[in-house]
């Protein structure tokens, strides 16, 4: 590594300028410029020299030299053509780097990164200081994936960080939450100012880890399914968990009183909130309402 580091002021502005570019607003460019924040990912991920990472949006490097130091091999994936010769320049040194300009909502991991492919036990971390605008969709894409990485260590707003970690009972929690918590362990490592970036954003970050589950929490039929319907329970949130049934399946008397009876019969108060629910008692109501699901699509 330079002297410096390309996660400070100083050498940021210098690439920028030598390389005549600028942040593209559009595509969630915010460049960061503090190399503690970054130590303090790779070490959230356990990141060492038996890891191979995949990284997402590398942009300048700031992020990626810090990885080639310590892991095996990372890959980075980056949209941005404009990058690929920084990137392929200013970490020249690096034999262990392997810059690939491919959109991450659409490239197959399995068929570009050889350790997915055979994969033979390696550890596999995927680390980023995510595209604002599309942080849920690449978690959820990642997530749903059969990509056996070990955690993802993941800046992102610090609101939404918030709700992927939140837990029953607190007003951050909700689909999302659900969506995520059924594949992985949530941990907010650290919470990071909007000035360690450039440009700074109009909020704060925050750094979420997620450790993938062995098995998920709740094993549903139809994993697109249960998040739909985890979804429209959540619609009216003041209101209590039986109105928000009410607005999912219809107010037919027979529906009215197969739920009274599903619900007794799962011990869930239908005046109890929808944020009051745990993951698994979604999934019992999940399973037990599968029929007057099927009946309300017949209908509609
Ligand atoms: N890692 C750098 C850092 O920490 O300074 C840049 C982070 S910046 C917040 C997000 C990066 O993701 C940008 O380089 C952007 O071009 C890239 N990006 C945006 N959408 C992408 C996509 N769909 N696939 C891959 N990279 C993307």
């Not at 990284?55 to 130091?69: C, D, M, R």
């Not at 939140?166 to 919470?191: E, F, R, W």
């Not at 005046?271 to 599968?290: Q, V, W």
């Amino acid at each position: 590594m330079r002297d410096k580091p390309i996660a400070t002021p100083s050498r940021t502005r210098e690439i920028l300028r030598k390389y005549g570019l600028d942040a593209k607003k559009s595509l969630g460019q915010n460049f960061l410029m503090d190399v503690s924040v970054l130590n303090q990912m790779l070490d959230a991920g356990g990141i060492d020299d038996q890891t191979v990472v995949i990284e997402i949006g590398p942009g300048i490097g700031a992020l990626t030299e810090q990885l080639v130091e310590v892991a095996k091999k990372v890959y980075a994936f980056e949209i941005d053509q404009r990058f690929i010769p920084v990137l392929e320049e200013e970490l020249s040194d690096y034999s262990n780097l392997e810059v690939i300009h491919q959109d991450i909502l659409t490239v197959e991991l399995q068929e570009v990164i050889p350790e997915i492919k055979h994969h033979s036990g390696e550890r596999i971390v995927v680390v980023a200081n995510l595209p604002y605008y599309i942080t849920t969709p690449i978690i959820m894409r990642l997530i749903a994936s059969s990509i056996p990485f070990d955690c993802m260590v993941l800046m992102m707003q610090k609101e939404v960080a918030e709700r992927m970690a939140a837990g029953p009972n607190t007003k951050a929690y909700g689909s999302l939450s659900i969506a995520v918590m059924n594949h992985c362990q949530q941990d907010i490592a650290l919470i990071v100012p909007r000035t360690v970036f450039n440009p700074a954003p109009n909020v704060d970050s925050a750094v979420l880890c997620l450790t993938r589950r062995s098995e998920p929490l709740v094993k549903v039929d139809n994993e697109e399914a249960f998040q739909t319907f985890v979804k429209a329970t959540f619609q009216h949130r003041r209101k209590t968990l039986w109105n928000n049934l009410m607005s999912v399946f219809g107010k037919d008397k027979t529906v009215k009183s197969k739920l009274s009876a599903i619900l007794e019969q799962l011990g869930i108060d239908p005046k109890r909130r929808p944020e009051s629910l745990t993951i698994s008692e979604f999934g019992h109501l999940y399973e037990a309402t599968s029929s007057l699901r099927d009946c309300s699509e017949k209908t509609n």
